[in-house]
């Protein structure tokens, strides 16, 4: 059970920590990922304090389009999706990041308290101090949790009138079947509220590969920086210059995929295991598939969700949705 602690006395906020088996449940969920074959790590790994940083520079390259057309979106449409969204007592913003995407969402939907949660709490507090000062009358209660598997929101916030934040595309990380499973997750928590989230729509390889793979060798970083964190939570041994980060699209599947690739044969030791990589062998690190507008209103319904409205950017890259519970 997270436990809160007081940020800011001049705001009505408070910050609540990861539950102390987090830490456990990583060691064994990196472990059996490495130790499979293929070997794989959770994307959710790539977001520690730097990863997190690195991702944010990442939204402002010229190849990275996704942040850009949701903003595009929010803005133009912003009216528009208060008037379907309504009242909205609590906004609970999932991978809030730097708090911004939500933080532009304030003026038009009002909300009466701002959950964001994010599995780099440390990342998360420096966003939440930033709003404090901005934001002095808002209610804030962060949460640094991991809510892939399940949404365990404090008994502090109200369940009437929860609108959940889901955006960047970040739901297109999971599996389809796994996206399922989350949305129906997110409808069982907010009964009379509804969900407003974004998702990456199908396009062709030359726009979607160098979104993913950029000139500047930023998303590189990003990737590579995925085995630094995991040394420091596992205590593995991975020296990120006998990697290479790989982008491509799978087209059957609709689907990016991110690889980290062994440079050379190499053994990679931790507490207890180890693991021998060879060369050209690869460690799967993020999915992220793509939609269609009648994909994903398809997946909402299944999911259990009415009244789905969708907005799209001017070149229909990407599409934000809004729907009740």
Request: aromatic share 8%; proline share 6%; charged share 20%.
């Amino acid at each position: 059970m997270v436990q809160p602690r007081s940020m800011l006395a001049t705001a009505p906020s408070s910050f609540l920590e990861p539950s102390p088996n987090a830490a456990s449940q990583a060691l064994q969920e990196l472990q059996a990922g490495l130790l499979a074959r293929p070997a794989h790590i959770d994307p959710k790994y790539l977001y520690d304090r730097l990863g997190s940083s690195l991702f944010t520079a990442i939204t402002q390259l010229p190849e990275y389009y996704p942040t850009r057309c949701e903003a595009e979106i929010l803005r133009d449409h912003a009216a528009d999706i208060a008037r379907h969204v309504g009242t909205v007592n609590s906004l609970i913003d999932l991978g809030a990041g730097d708090c911004v995407k939500a933080e532009r969402l304030f003026a038009d939907l009002r909300p009466g308290r701002y959950v964001p949660i994010d599995i780099s709490a440390d990342y998360l507090r420096g966003a939440v101090q930033r709003l404090e000062h901005a934001h002095p009358g808002l209610e804030i209660i962060a949460v640094g949790q991991d809510f892939h598997h399940a949404l365990n929101l404090p008994d502090c916030i109200p369940a009437a009138g929860r609108l959940f934040f889901y955006p960047g595309s970040s739901i297109g990380n999971l599996d389809p079947g796994q996206a399922l499973a989350m949305l129906t997750r997110i409808r069982a928590a907010c009964a009379d509220g509804g969900l407003l989230v974004g998702i990456d729509r199908v396009k062709p390889r030359s726009i979607l590969e160098p979104a993913y793979d950029d000139a500047l060798h930023l998303t590189a970083a990003f990737n590579l920086n995925l085995l630094r964190h995991v040394n420091g939570i596992l205590g593995s041994d991975f020296d990120v210059h006998g990697w290479s980060h790989v982008a491509h699209y799978d087209e059957a599947h609709s689907r990016m995929q991110m690889y980290l690739q062994a440079l050379g044969d190499v053994s990679v030791g931790w507490p207890g295991a180890q693991r021998r990589f060879e060369s050209g062998e690869r460690i799967h690190t993020e999915n992220s598939y793509k939609y269609t507008v009648d994909g994903f209103r398809d997946l909402l319904v299944r999911a259990g969700y009415s009244r789905i409205q969708h907005w799209s950017d001017t070149r229909d890259w990407f599409s934000v949705f809004s729907a009740h519970a």
